[in-house]
């Protein structure tokens, strides 16, 4: 699947650019909150959850790089959030976060950095839909994905794959995925390409999202 994220996209014709790239075939809205805290950069809230919701009817993938995401959780979901992913370096209970994501009836998911261990997660297998393996340290949009990040898909993945196959999360992946790289990502196991500047990085972002699937098949 692609989930093309907002933060990359021109906001003087957001509403435009969501459409173009649910027109070029993406699976996915990807929306990066950040707060200016767990990140050094500041981003958006419900607002464009919401914007995105009433503008396609894809899944909208919302992406929490904050500190204490749990005051959010009822707000985003009225927003439409239909999956909300919390970094398990931002919260002290992760396994209550994602218990209390899913009671609001949405999808939860795990985000890790890129110097986090994949252990992170050990001990909450079965209590998130999503995992979000980060190929560049969050913050910005246009940053060059880290390649040691192949071989953290690849562990993910054979972790995954020996869990019942109706519980097994996806694997997203989220940081300077280009068509250059998807075949690569795809290979080494995510099910989700997470992509910016990949896909708004030029003056159409439908071809642009045409183009990363295709290369994910090439
Ligand atoms: C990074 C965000 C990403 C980012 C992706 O902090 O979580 O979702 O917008 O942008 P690109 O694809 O340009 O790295
Ligand atoms: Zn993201």
Redesign the pocket.
Do not use: F, K, N
């Given at each position: 699947m692609i989930a093309p994220?907002v933060?990359?996209a021109d906001f003087d014709r957001l509403a435009d650019e969501i459409v173009a790239v649910v027109e070029g075939g993406a699976d996915w809205i990807?929306v990066?909150v950040m707060d200016g805290h767990f990140?050094p950069n500041l981003t958006f809230g419900a607002a464009m959850i919401k914007t995105a919701e009433r503008t396609v009817d894809v899944p909208i993938d919302v992406?929490l790089?904050v500190e204490r995401p749990e005051q959010y959780f009822d707000e985003y979901v009225d927003a439409g959030a239909d999956i909300l992913t919390v970094h398990a370096e931002a919260t002290t209970h992760l396994h209550r976060q994602l218990q209390r994501v899913r009671e609001l009836g949405v999808k939860a998911g795990v985000a890790i950095n890129p110097g986090t261990p994949l252990s992170a997660v050990d001990a909450v297998w079965g209590a998130f839909d999503l995992l979000l393996v980060m190929s560049?340290n969050?913050?910005?949009?246009?940053?060059r994905f880290i390649s040691e990040s192949l071989d953290r898909l690849r562990i993910a993945r054979q972790r995954i794959d020996r869990l019942p196959e109706d519980s097994r999360p996806w694997l997203e992946v989220?940081?300077?995925?280009t068509a250059d790289n998807a075949a690569d990502v795809v290979r080494a196991g995510a099910d989700v390409l997470?992509?910016?500047?990949?896909v708004y990085g030029g003056d159409d972002p439908a071809a642009r999202t045409r183009a990363l699937r295709q290369a994910t098949v090439d």
């Open positions: 994220s933060l990359a990807h990066d990140v992406h790089m560049v969050p913050g910005w949009s246009g940053q989220d940081g300077g995925i997470v992509s910016g500047s990949g």
